[in-house]
């Protein structure tokens, strides 16, 4: 059973940054590439970025284009997502998801548990 | 850009009932790249459907996606009591990734 496992939930303040990581268990990494999605209180699922860590080829929602930075490792088999100038807006849970190959036509089949992101002054 | 409009945005249902959820897309795309997901309270999504269609493994038969161009539909024959739940659509396109704005499922 492939699992995706997220770092632990962060509280920041505003303007700060905050990076969270995502290690998917199981298959070989650069197989697959990986989205993050967030989710405000109560609110629906918003797409954010996409990266295949095969080519290190990433694609980002012009909402966050030049706030938002994802990585890879694949030395450890892990993706990152830097977010920074946090504001009390981007309070929300964090997810990665796993592509079923590695464009980014393709659906996603895994989710990671989530980390909660909270900004506050 | 796509812009996905689920509706209804509150579905209320018994146990038992079908369920008829709707998925609009601002212009035409092909059904191939349509996708279903179900999210519990506390929970991360879930696929159902993906390529307008197709089950995602384990799901039940009860769970079936159909639609084309602009309009698409996942059906829950019959509501079991863990069906109660928010769908989401989705569509990706070569740059991007769009979720509609969910429908919620809940107990009548």
């Known amino acids: 059973q492939v699992q995706l496992v997220q770092s632990g939930a962060e509280v920041k303040k505003i303007g700060a940054s905050v990076k969270v990581s995502c290690k998917p268990s199981?298959?070989?990494?650069?197989?697959?590439?990986v989205s993050w999605v967030r989710q405000a209180p109560g609110q629906g699922l918003e797409w954010m970025a996409y990266i295949n860590p095969y080519n290190g080829d990433t694609k980002y929602a012009q909402k966050f284009q030049g706030r938002v930075t994802l990585t890879t490792d694949t030395s450890t088999s892990t993706a990152y997502m830097d977010l920074r100038s946090l504001t009390s807006d981007d309070t929300a849970i964090y997810y990665c998801a796993r592509h079923v190959g590695r464009n980014i036509l393709t659906h996603l089949d895994y989710w990671g548990q989530g980390t909660l992101v909270t900004v506050s002054s | 850009e796509i812009v996905l409009t689920q509706s209804p945005g509150t579905l209320s249902l018994s146990p038992g009932e079908r369920a008829t959820l709707s998925c609009g897309a601002s212009r035409s795309v092909s059904s191939s790249y349509v996708v279903w997901y179900q999210q519990k309270p506390g929970q991360a999504p879930r696929l159902l459907i993906y390529?307008?269609?197709g089950r995602a493994t384990g799901i039940p038969d009860r769970f079936s996606g159909s639609g084309s161009g602009t309009d698409f539909t996942l059906t829950i024959s019959r509501l079991e009591p863990e069906d109660f739940a928010v769908y989401y659509c989705?569509?990706?396109?070569?740059?991007?990734?769009?979720f509609g704005g969910g429908t919620k499922v809940d107990i009548k």
């Open positions: 989705q569509y990706y396109g070569s740059s991007s990734l769009t």
């Open positions: 390529a307008g269609s």
């Open positions: 199981g298959d070989i990494f650069t197989s697959y590439a």
